[in-house]
């Protein structure tokens, strides 16, 4: 079956330190997504991208995070300067446009100390 | 805007029994409304969803859920629980106007099978 690829699946680094997390979306698939799961706030959408191309990333805090497709076999979350309060579970997904389901990564934990 | 209310963040069943896990939404456009389960360190796996048609939807596992407008739910149930049904299970909410997907998810309800 074909799978979205997360790396890494774990990572726990310091504050302050740059954090890059890497999604692999389904090929062929041309829409992805970014979410980030936490106790309290639940699953937010922070970013999705179509075609490469940012449509969407009102929920992500701008300061400090960034969304990019460098191809599209690859997309990369990144958070410079992390922060404790970014631990989160993050989660890829992808799909194609006006079909559902979204497929889903198994997520990268982060744990900023 | 849109958003979904889950009632109740932890659920508990005898293995056997009816699961019944309830979902609200709000939306100002016709719904896209999903069910999605997922298991300790994984992701998301998608159960069924509702786009147009069968207000009755069938999906994985034995679930099914209906989608009833005028209650502005789509509660999620299985006859008879079993082991495995242990697991977080997310009620989401996309537009289906404009072709977005961009999912709208509930809090997550936490649903423990008792043998």
């Known amino acids: 079956d074909a799978r979205v690829t997360q790396t890494p699946r774990h990572k726990v680094t310091e504050m302050g330190q740059e954090v890059t997390m890497r999604c692999q979306p389904i090929?062929?698939?041309?829409?992805v997504f970014w979410y980030r799961q936490t106790m309290m706030q639940g699953l937010e959408l922070l970013a999705y991208f179509r075609n490469r191309a940012p449509l969407d990333d009102s929920g992500m805090p701008k300061d400090r995070f960034s969304a990019e497709m460098p191809d599209a076999t690859l997309a990369t979350l990144k958070i410079q300067p992390s922060e404790p309060r970014d631990s989160a579970v993050y989660f890829c997904a992808s799909g194609l446009p006006q079909v559902q389901p979204q497929h889903f990564g198994d997520g990268t934990r982060l744990s900023i100390l | 805007a849109q958003s979904v209310t889950q009632l109740g963040s932890h659920v508990s069943v005898s293995e056997g029994a009816l699961v019944l896990l309830r979902c609200n939404y709000s939306?100002?456009?016709?719904?896209?409304l999903f069910w999605y389960v997922q298991y300790p360190n994984q992701g998301l796996q998608l159960l069924l969803k509702?786009?147009?048609?069968?207000?009755l939807v069938k999906g994985i596992n034995g679930f099914e859920a209906e989608f009833k407008k005028s209650e502005t739910s789509f509660h999620l149930t299985k006859p008879s629980a079993h082991m495995s049904d242990a697991a977080e299970y997310f009620c989401a909410v996309s537009s289906a106007q404009g072709g977005s997907e961009k999912l709208v998810f509930g809090k997550g309800t936490k649903l423990t099978v008792n043998p």
């Open positions: 939306s100002s456009v016709p719904p896209y």
């Open positions: 090929l062929g698939h041309n829409t």
């Open positions: 509702y786009t147009t048609g069968a207000t």
